[in-house]
């Protein structure tokens, strides 16, 4: 096969497999339909090329990737199917408190309390893990070895990032009027943690 008929067979290849798939799809798993002396890199690369003008995009998410409709888009898909209520239905306590994991994560919950001063129930912490968006991590090394909690696979999935490492820094939040630390450090922009609006979709155990 000319090397160009063959480069147009693994784009293919790589496209319906990622199209196929209800995850994002990993570089391992690419390599396994291409060949890993393939570039994956370069795959992905012409077939966006090809995506240009279209509606939807192939997009590096959650260490993978996933065909994902243009943002600009994204009042009609609503419009005709609805939209993910995951992340938008999270109070603003639960927000908080997920940011604080995503940023310094393993974190227990009696850590969280005491970065908000204020304790922060096991109903809230069920309700963040019943949504995937945390799970339990080690046990802490401190008394009563508690539970720490980190972010999931889902928690990058549902907002757009390949890694953690493409988490905005304080910084950055801050000069987008999206955060203050002060006003966080005292309290003055935390809601109430001590219950949720929501009860806990799962069971929990050993929240600590």
Not at 49 to 77: F, N
Request: glycine share 8%; with cysteine; net charge negative.
């Amino acid at each position: 096969m000319p090397p160009e008929a063959r480069w147009r067979e693994w784009m293919q290849r790589v496209e319906a497999a990622i199209f196929a798939a209800s995850e994002p799809v990993d570089r391992e798993t690419l390599a396994r339909i291409v060949g890993k002396s393939c570039s994956i890199d370069l795959l992905i690369d012409d077939i966006r090329e090809e995506l240009r003008g279209r509606p939807y995009d192939l997009v590096s998410v959650a260490g993978g990737w996933k065909h994902l409709t243009r943002p600009a888009y994204a009042e009609a898909i609503r419009a005709a199917v609805g939209g993910n209520e995951r992340a938008s239905d999270l109070t603003q306590s639960e927000v908080l408190v997920l940011m604080c994991v995503a940023y310094f994560q393993p974190i227990t919950r009696g850590e969280l309390s005491s970065f908000f001063g204020k304790e922060i129930s096991r109903d809230l912490i069920g309700h963040l893990r019943g949504a995937g968006l945390i799970a339990s991590g080690p046990r802490s090394p401190t008394p009563g070895a508690p539970y720490t909690y980190v972010t999931t696979k889902e928690f990058l999935f549902e907002f757009g990032l390949d890694t953690l490492r493409d988490l905005p820094d304080f910084e950055a939040l801050e000069d987008a009027g999206l955060l203050n630390r002060e006003k966080l450090l005292a309290g003055d922009i935390v809601p109430d943690f001590s219950s949720s609006k929501h009860g806990a979709d799962v069971e929990i155990e050993d929240l600590q």
